[in-house]
């Protein structure tokens, strides 16, 4: 709140240009457009970010394995050791019964650390989009 001069008038407020206001406006209208306009919306835009923020969990946790069992393939590797049965990757593919029949299984070391390393490039990259999907 202004407080009056001594001569009694207000002081002037600091000029905006129009340009100024035009982009303020523009950002408010913005951020009016993100915010949920009634309770059912923000029911749902919150249920959205929760979901989010469990998928990031998710992908955090399956990260920090993938992590500990990268280190073990990678000690292998780094031994010489290429056909190891300390992990395998197998494909299953799955009847109607939802009984996995096993296609084949991979022990090569090298192979595995490669695939880990790969799985974990895409974790990351989700969990870089979830992050910023969280903040918006």
Known sequence: MSTPQKN??????????????QKRIMELEALLKEKPKNLNEAI???????????????????????????GKVSQKVNAGELDTKLYSLKMTVFNDYREGEKVFSITNSLIIEACINIMLDKINEKAQQLRKEIEE
């Open 44 to 70: 749902q835009f919150y249920q959205e970010k929760q979901r989010k923020i469990n998928d990031l969990a998710t992908f955090t946790e399956h990260g920090k394995t993938l992590i500990e069992a990268l």
């Open 8 to 21: 009694g008038t207000q002081p002037k407020p600091a000029a905006i240009s129009p340009e100024q206001m």
